[in-house]
Structure formats: structure tokens, C-alpha cells
């Protein structure tokens, strides 16, 4: 019988993972592993875990990974890169990560077309800390620290990072994909595959910007979360590549 | 091997790169700028590797990540700029990471002035950063003796897994003297130092090779990471450094330490002259303290101490009466937000107590 799917070896067997049932966040790290695993690099790899809820995979990854300070994991990871170039090395980051507290790590890293690779975890939330408003949470949507929903004249607009990076000269791919269909799912993998052959080929700065769920602080079922991805997140961030170059 | 004549800054730069030390990450902040500046000449002719952080809290970051894989990492900065590097100290800290960092020490609070002082004892002997961690502080009082406490820095980091911080105020930092230099570590030492922390390293070892775990303080282990350094902590009894001059016959004791001390020594060389029985205890490591050297005096001769120190209010004032234990009074000559110690005013401050 030929083996069309294996569990990813970078994921531990022997331990329950410490997300929400339906959050993305599963999908996104089994992908990584799946990636890592069909490029046979395993052996290469490190994770920089954000804070967020992405940290909550750390003891269930089998490879090499730190945590960064909330924000800075652009600047830890042009650290390991720097010193270590033979890392295959990425960040994993949520929105209030990348794009709120870490912003000034995340756009210069971009700038200065750092060789790594940016997964960035887009919820338009901060799951961890209970739903309090994000740079990329919507119009209207609700937010414990947003109660009446987010309004422009009060908190600005929805941050968009793949087109404000876009700005920059020194990035090399950037693509915003998603995990609510099966075929996005693929998608998001591509990407993710693409980005790391991008830092083995030293192209420089990659990311990938993967509009996920927060089914808990969105206060939704997990299935209704992927409507409201394809009916409410997808118009305000379409999916595609931003740049290849 | 011959005499050169250097900056402080630059000479620690130097030391640094001769201990072996292959990152360096920085953010420009007067009166340091010459050590981001030198890495940035030096290190590629070493094969090392210079970054201008984009702030201090990303330069110290990238330590973080540039330690994580075993590689000897620095950064330095000044006073304000320290500040903003804490979490990232605490985190290294916790996750035991080696690394030597500097603070060329300028007025405060807030951007304080750029000149040199010493208000940041109390900040780099107790709390760098949350959390209750420890590290080696050493103060030079010369710049020989900040390139040698460099140099050593980095073999008391790895030996710890810890950081160490070289707490150098400005004057020392930007004043030039006559140096030697150490050793240039080789390049085959330089590859065994970061292949002897392979073991530990977050550099992807893959599935078959033990799995490198460097946890910043993950809170199922964190109890256990705690016990562990507090253990180690323990063991620092033993790197106590303190210079003890004329102190035998003394009745005044000066406490004073980096340029501080050395302004009270060149004050004490006068006043001995003079007759008056006027001794220095001069922490070299301000943590772990000196506490014996003040213990031990003999308080049926000494009659007072005189805390010396560039901050106002002082702070190693609350070390030094921790050593004496009331046992005699401690009276202060004091200067801060830039201004730097006289020696008049030691001498001075030293009269005034020898005729009470
Ligand atoms: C310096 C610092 N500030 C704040 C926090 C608290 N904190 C932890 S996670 C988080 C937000 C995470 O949100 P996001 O990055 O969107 O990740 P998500 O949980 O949504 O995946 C915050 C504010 C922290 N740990 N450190
Ligand atoms: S809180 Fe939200 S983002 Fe965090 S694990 Fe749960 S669903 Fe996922
Ligand atoms: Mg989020």
C-alpha cells in the first residue's frame, strides 16, 4: 500500500497541543512541520516563537526553538541568522507581536532584507491575553479593550503588514494566504515551502501572512469563524502575493 | 608585549574581540558611541559580525538570538539605553544565555546628561531586569582595568551560562591610557568555544541529535530554573573582587569605587602626607560585594566611613551599611547628574571628618 499522509515529526506524539479546538494555530504549526519535513531541513531549523498564543506549541515542537521578548522576535532571529548562518530560521508571530509591540523590529528586519523567514499569524486579536484589540482588528468588530467595536477616529485603521512592507525595497516574497478551505490550506503551505527555499537560496526577507481564527475571543463556533474569515477578514485583507521578486 | 595608548571604549571593544567575542549589536548613545564604532571597523577583519540595531531594545535582542547559538556575543550602551535593554537581560538570564554587556554609565534619571556619572549602581547590583536574577557587575577603575575585566567577562559568562555586566562610568569609557592587551584568542579557540556549547545551542540539530531546548523561563520549569541559578548564585562568594589600600591603620575608611576610587586614592596619597589615617576599600565586583572588607574592620580605630560615589542620592551607600552595621557613622561626598568627583572635594570632605 503506497503512504500518502504521515503525522510531521516535528510535532510530538506523546503530547496534547495547547490550543483552543478549531484554532488555526494547529493547522498553521502541522504545515511547518510538513514543510520542514518534505524539505528534509529538519535538522536545520529554528523556531522563534512570539508571545502569544503561539508560544503555546513550544514544548510540542522536536526542533530547535526560542522564545522572544513580546515583539522582538525579528531581531532574536537576525541574531541566530547572523551568528549562524547555516540555521534554517524563522519567526512565528501573532498581530499584536508583529505588528503592535514588535513593529519597529518587524519593519526593520524587512528593511535591512534580513535572510529569514516570517510566519505571521494574523487573528486580528490578541488571543492569549483574552481579546483585547489588535492593529489588525476590523470595523465594527468587538474587542474587550474595544467594547462598542473598533472605530477609525478613536483607534485608527486595520494594519496592513504585507502592503506597508511592500513599501520597502529590500523584501523578497510576501504573501498573504488563509486556512478556511482545504485548497487555502494548500495554499498556505506552498507559501510556507516557498519562503523557507527563499532563505535557503539567501534571497532574504520572506513572510507569509496567514489570516487565522481566535474562535474563543471572537466569541464564535470554530465552523462560524471560517464565515466570518471568508465574509468579513478576506475583503479587508485579500489574499495573494504581494511581492516575489 | 608593548604599551598602546586607548580609549576606554575602544579597549573594551578590543578586549572584547580578543576574548574571542564574534557579535556585537548596538545603538548609538553618547559616551559609548566608540564602542558600537570600533565592532563596526573591527569585526569583519575577524571574521565576527557587527550589527547597528535599529534600538537598544532590538540590539540586545539580537544578543539574545546571536548567544542562543553559543556564539561570544556583546552589546553595550549608556544609562537610559540600559534601561531599555532589561527585559532582554532578564530573558537572557532566564534562558541562560552567556553574554557580556556594557553600561559606559552617564547622568540620569531619564536622558540625564551625557556626562559621566555613576547613578546606576543600584539598577546594575540589584535588578537589571523583573524576575530577581543575579549577574557578575565589575567596575573598573582604569582602562587596563576595564580591557582585563572584559576579556575575563566572557569566560565567566560561559562558565555561568549568565550574563555579565561591566559597569564602567564615563570617565573611564572616554579617558585614554597606556594599555596592555591580552591575548588574541585564535580562530581554532574561537570555533571550539561555540562548539563546546553545541550541546545547549538553538542552531537546529534535528531529530536524531538531543534536542536543544533553550526555554525563556517557561512556567512548568520555572521553579526548578530558579533553585537552579540561586544555586549558582551561591557559588560567587569565591569571585569576590576588592582593592584594600592603607586600610590596616586607618580611621577614616573611604568606600568608593570605578573613577570615584580612583580620585580618592590619588586624594588619600595627600592626606596620608599630612598625617591623617585614611584608607580605601574599593569593590572591583560591586555584585557580589565586598561586604567582608567592611565587616572585618577593626571599629575600635576606624571612626567613620566616607561613602565617595557620582550619584546623589547615594547608592552604594545602602552596600556599604550593610558591611559596617552601624558600627560606626558613614558620611557622604557626593556628585551626580554629570559632574565628576574632585579630588579637592575628598580632600576636603576627608579634613572635615579627621577634625571632628
Ligand atoms: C512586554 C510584554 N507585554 C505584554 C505581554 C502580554 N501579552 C502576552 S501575549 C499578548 C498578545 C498576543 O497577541 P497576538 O500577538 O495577536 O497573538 P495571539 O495570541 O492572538 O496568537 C500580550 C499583550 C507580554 N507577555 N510581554
Ligand atoms: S485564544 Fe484564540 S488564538 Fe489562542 S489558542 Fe484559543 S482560539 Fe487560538
Ligand atoms: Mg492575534
Known amino acids: 500500500m503506497e503512504k500518502v499522509y504521515s503525522r510531521t ?52 515542537m522536536t526542533y530547535d526553538n526560542t522564545t522572544a521578548p513580546h515583539g522582538r522576535a525579528c531581531a532574536v532571529a537576525t541574531g541566530i541568522k547572523r551568528a549562524n548562518p547555516d540555521s534554517l530560521v524563522y519567526t512565528y508571530q501573532g498581530d499584536g507581536d508583529f505588528a503592535s509591540i514588535g513593529l519597529g523590529e518587524s519593519v526593520s528586519a524587512a528593511n535591512r532584507g534580513e535572510n529569514i523567514t516570517v510566519i505571521f499569524v ?91 481564527n481566535c474562535p474563543t475571543n471572537w466569541g464564535v463556533e470554530p465552523l462560524d469563524s471560517l464565515t466570518f474569515i471568508e465574509e468579513k477578514m478576506l475583503p479587508e485583507y485579500p489574499l495573494g502575493v504581494i511581492r516575489d521578486k | 608585549m608593548a604599551r598602546v595608548f586607548m580609549k576606554g571604549c575602544e579597549a573594551i571593544a578590543e578586549a572584547a574581540v580578543r576574548a574571542g567575542c564574534r557579535f556585537f549589536a548596538g545603538y ?111 567596575a573598573p577603575s582604569t582602562v587596563q582595568e576595564a580591557i582585563d575585566m572584559t576579556y575575563n567577562a566572557f569566560e565567566y559568562a560561559q562558565r555561568d551560562r549568565n550574563p555579565v555586566l561591566i559597569l564602567c562610568d564615563g570617565v573611564i569609557g572616554t579617558m585614554m591610557e597606556p594599555v596592555k592587551l591580552p591575548e588574541m584568542k585564535t580562530d581554532e579557540e574561537v570555533a571550539a568555544f561555540k562548539e563546546g556549547n553545541k550541546e545547549w ?33 551561591e557559588t560567587w562568594d569565591k569571585d569576590v573582587q576588592v582593592e584594600e589600600y592603607l586600610v590596616e591603620d586607618a580611621q577614616i ?48 580605630r576606624v571612626k567613620a ?17 550593610l558591611g559596617v552595621n552601624n558600627r560606626c557613622p558613614i558620611e557622604t561626598c557626593l556628585r551626580s547628574g554629570g559632574q565628576i568627583m574632585s579630588r579637592d572635594a575628598v580632600l576636603d570632605a576627608v579634613r572635615k571628618l579627621n577634625e571632628k
Open chain 2, 305 to 321: 566611613i566616607l561613602d565617595v560615589e557620582m550619584s546623589i542620592p547615594a547608592q552604594l551607600i545602602y552596600d556599604v551599611k
Open chain 2, 28 to 138: 548609538p548613545i553618547t559616551p559609548q558611541n566608540e564602542i558600537p564604532e570600533y565592532f563596526a571597523r573591527r569585526m569583519p577583519e575577524v571574521g565576527g559580525i557587527f550589527v547597528q540595531g535599529e534600538s537598544e531594545v532590538a540590539s540586545i535582542n539580537m544578543v539574545y538570538g546571536a548567544g542562543s547559538t553559543g556564539t561570544r556575543s556583546m552589546t553595550s550602551s549608556s544609562s537610559c539605553g540600559i534601561s531599555l535593554k532589561s527585559e532582554g537581560i532578564s530573558y537572557c538570564a532566564s534562558a541562560r544565555i552567556p553574554m557580556v554587556f556594557a553600561n559606559i554609565s552617564r547622568g540620569g534619571p531619564g536622558v540625564g546628561s551625557i556626562h559621566p556619572a555613576q547613578q546606576d549602581y543600584l539598577q546594575a547590583t540589584k535588578a537589571s531586569g523583573n524576575g530577581g536574577f543575579e549577574m557578575l557587575v565589575f
Open chain 2, 253 to 300: 575608611v573611604i568606600a568608593a569605587y570605578g573613577i570615584s576610587a580612583r580620585v580618592a586614592k590619588s586624594a588619600i596619597d595627600i592626606l596620608r602626607k599630612e598625617g591623617i589615617k585614611v584608607g580605601l576599600i574599593r569593590p572591583i565586583t560591586v555584585h557580589p560585594f565586598p561586604y567582608h572588607s567592611f565587616e572585618k574592620l577593626d571599629y575600635s
Open chain 1, 122 to 212: 494574523n487573528n486580528g486579536i490578541y488571543g492569549m491575553t483574552g481579546g483585547q484589540m489588535a492593529p489588525t482588528t476590523l470595523f465594527g468588530m468587538k474587542a474587550s479593550t474595544a467594547p462598542k467595536g473598533r472605530i477609525a477616529e478613536e483607534h485608527g485603521y486595520p494594519m496592513h503588514m504585507c502592503e506597508i512592507l511592500n513599501q520597502l525595497t529590500a523584501p523578497a516574497y510576501l504573501e498573504r494566504t488563509s486556512c478556511n478551505t482545504p485548497a487555502n490550506v494548500m495554499k498556505t503551505k506552498k507559501a510556507i515551502r516557498k519562503a523557507f527555499e527563499n532563505q535557503l537560496n539567501g534571497k532574504g526577507f520572506s513572510m507569509v501572512e496567514i489570516i487565522s
Open chain 2, 201 to 233: 545551542a538553538c542552531i537546529g540539530h534535528g531529530k536524531d541529535v538531543k534536542r536543544s531546548w533553550i526555554e525563556p523561563g517557561h512556567w512548568r520549569g520555572q521553579e526548578d530554573a530558579n533553585i537552579e541559578a540561586a544555586a549558582m548564585y
Open chain 1, 9 to 60: 515529526t516535528g510535532i510530538r506524539e506523546d503530547m496534547v497541543n495547547g490550543f483552543c479546538p478549531g484554532c488555526m494555530h494547529s493547522t498553521i504549526i502541522k504545515l511547518i512541520g510538513e514543510v520542514l519535513d518534505e524539505m528534509d531541513i529538519m535538522d536545520k531549523a529554528v523556531g522563534v516563537l512570539g508571545i502569544g498564543c503561539c508560544g503555546l506549541h513550544m514544548e510540542y
